[in-house]
């Protein structure tokens, strides 16, 4: 079968090493279809002359989540005294990154559809920038070449990063060496990383729900006019969102506080959260429990780079926005569940013997409106691989829609269909279908029964997984991870 790719995705890799180091992050947490580098716009460009230009040096478009990055690598001055090193290197670093992401917000506002992968404006994005009314930008600035000189005049304690102080506003930042409040409040909120904060954020947050989940959380933190905050480093606020989970095991805020009393006028970050998390062991048991999880990351980039046009073509008319939507629900889980998914998928393929059919619902939550069907198919030694693959389609099809008898509470329906992992051939692939309904009529469901009862699904090979690891695990829950191993390990 020829295989005509469902994406056009970007190589590039960046310019620069700095721009390099940002890609290689951005493609790791967002992975290579939502994240790409070196972005250009058509202004000035037209009829195949002029000059095109760079949009900015790295854009994510999730859903209508839109990142926009600047990296600056600018020599901090150490020759020169600090009272005048820092304010240029600050307005090289820092302004001169605020106003290119401020114009590349407006910019793709105007005109979300003149974005482009090449100089030559002929590569539309992959995935298309969501009009203004309902995207939700972050500007992201990434400053790099002070570290050294912000250790220096710490006494070389600390990690490096910028102090944190919102009290800090417009050019009061030129009188405060290695600090960053609020470059211009007057204008959409910039969120300014240096070279040690970003790779411990994104490093940390590695997922793009966690990392968005956490700028919108910071913007929030930092933003407010009604709370002054300081940290003596991007490391403390970090380690404080990270200890904070609520009621449902979201991590929405930095500190609690007593329901009974009112929001502080000023909050201080004493230096602590960051060593005292590094030495927890429950965190030190998550790092090593979230292991398995990349399995799921790796799942989707085979999906994403493997995918063909022609796969679907004699099921379902579905277009390349679809196929997106439907991989997005995929990276669209975070780093703890993607834990929890890849747990049960590896799990299953450890089971399976050769010859078996198996089938396990996933489902997690109160509400379990999201569920995953995982499906693994033997294929008969007689049969040719494609016949097999479109039989198994059909199959995968048929598990996903009556998986709504087994799951009443879900909504979307995220199936995945596998070769058997006991086979005896070379090679293997994977099939996605994605089936999103609300309700379901009365008639409905009887046919669906119908359905399962002729075809046989459900049976005894049939398995529900709910999800009752906590993201810090305890020893006992560790150690019955480890015995799930991801394929390959």
Known sequence: MKHDPLF??????????????????????????????????????????????????????????????????????????????????????????????????????????????????????????????????????????????????????????????????????????????????????????????????????????????????????????????????????????????????????????????????????????????ASDPGYLRKKKADRISYTWDELIERFLKLGSTRLNERFINQTTAETESGLRLLAAESRFRRRQLAEALCGMLQRAKRGDRIARVAYSGVSGETVYVFLVVSRNNREIYEDYRKYRLGLLHAYVQTARLKAPKGTTFVGIAFDNPQKDYQGGSEDLFVLMKDDWSPDELDFLEKMRSELQLWGANMECWRYRQDEYPQDKQLNSLERIKAPGN
Not at 212 to 225: C, N, T, V, W
Not at 245 to 254: H, P, S, T
């Open 8 to 277: 056009d995705i970007s190589e590039s890799e960046g310019v620069t090493e700095s721009e390099r180091i940002l890609t290689g992050l951005c493609r790791d947490s967002f992975l290579s279809l939502w994240a790409q580098a070196n972005v250009f716009t058509d202004e000035g460009f037209k009829d195949g002359k002029g000059g095109t230009k760079e949009l900015c040096d790295a854009l994510v478009v999730f859903g209508d989540d839109v990142i926009v990055f600047s990296d600056k690598h600018v020599k901090f001055q150490n020759d020169r005294s600090i009272d005048v090193a820092w304010p240029r290197w600050y307005k090289r670093a820092v302004l001169e990154s605020c106003r290119q992401l401020q114009g590349a917000r407006s910019w793709l506002q105007r005109f979300p559809e003149r974005v482009f992968l090449d100089a030559t404006c002929r590569r539309k994005l992959p995935v298309p920038v969501p009009t203004a009314s309902v995207a939700r930008f972050h500007l992201v600035a990434v400053t790099r070449g002070s570290r050294e000189a912000a250790l220096a005049a710490a006494g070389n304690e600390g990690t490096g990063s910028f102090v944190l102080d919102s009290s800090v506003r417009g050019d009061s930042h030129r009188k405060r060496p290695f600090t960053i409040g609020l470059p211009d409040p007057l204008k959409p909120f910039v969120h300014v990383f240096d070279e040690v904060s970003i790779v411990l954020v994104m490093r940390e947050l590695d997922t793009a729900v966690d990392f968005i989940d956490y700028l919108k959380a910071r913007e929030a933190l930092l933003g407010s006019s009604e709370c002054s905050i300081f940290a003596p480093g991007e490391e403390e606020p970090l380690a404080a969102y990270l200890s904070n989970l609520d009621e449902a095991g979201v991590r929405r805020v930095f500190f609690r506080l007593p329901p009974d009393k009112p929001r502080p006028d000023e909050v201080v970050f004493d230096g602590s959260h960051f060593a005292a998390l």
